[in-house]
């Protein structure tokens, strides 16, 4: 549990808000599928943000996502800050195992995510604590 409390999904299935967030929780968010839906309607009930901007918000929302599922047992939070010239996505999970950057030297597929995320990003920060990690990742756009 963190400082700002719990938020749930579901009648059991608890959901915390990502450590050090102050953006909109979206509990229900538990695939990347789900993450670009949420990115979507964030970013368009506001003023539009530029296309190729969306799509690396985007980009970087289904990453932290799948990074999740596929290395920490899952998404455990997920949030989003729609700022004047960033979007911040944070996704927890419940491994405080913080991501490494290798890439395959044999061209293996996979591992490829996390310098994606790092390059898109004008900040990213892993924040480890009870029951896991958050990795919060800033986007600029204009808008």
């Given at each position: 549990?963190?400082?700002?409390?719990d938020v749930?999904?579901?009648?059991?299935?608890p959901?915390?808000?990502p450590y050090g967030t102050r953006g909109r929780a979206e509990a229900?968010?538990?695939?990347?599928?789900?993450?670009?839906?949420?990115v979507r309607r964030?970013?368009?009930?506001?003023?539009?943000?530029?296309?190729?901007?969306?799509?690396?918000?985007l980009l970087v929302a289904s990453e932290l996502v799948t990074n999740a599922q596929?290395?920490?047992?899952?998404?455990?939070?997920?949030?989003?800050?729609?700022?004047?010239?960033?979007?911040?996505?944070?996704?927890?999970?419940?491994?405080?195992?913080t991501p490494r950057y290798t890439l395959s030297p044999?061209?293996?597929p996979g591992g490829f995510g996390w310098p994606i995320v790092l390059h898109l990003c004008r900040e990213v920060t892993v924040d480890v604590g009870p029951g896991g990690k958050t990795v919060r990742a800033v986007v600029a756009v204009n808008r």
């Amino acid at each position: 549990m963190n400082s700002q409390g719990d938020v749930r999904s579901g009648p059991s299935t608890p959901v915390r808000e990502p450590y050090g967030t102050r953006g909109r929780a979206e509990a229900h968010v538990r695939t990347s599928a789900q993450a670009r839906r949420s990115v979507r309607r964030a970013l368009t009930s506001g003023t539009a943000a530029v296309s190729a901007q969306v799509d690396d918000v985007l980009l970087v929302a289904s990453e932290l996502v799948t990074n999740a599922q596929r290395h920490a047992g899952g998404v455990t939070g997920f949030a989003l800050a729609v700022g004047r010239d960033s979007v911040t996505v944070s996704v927890s999970d419940s491994s405080p195992r913080t991501p490494r950057y290798t890439l395959s030297p044999d061209l293996r597929p996979g591992g490829f995510g996390w310098p994606i995320v790092l390059h898109l990003c004008r900040e990213v920060t892993v924040d480890v604590g009870p029951g896991g990690k958050t990795v919060r990742a800033v986007v600029a756009v204009n808008r």
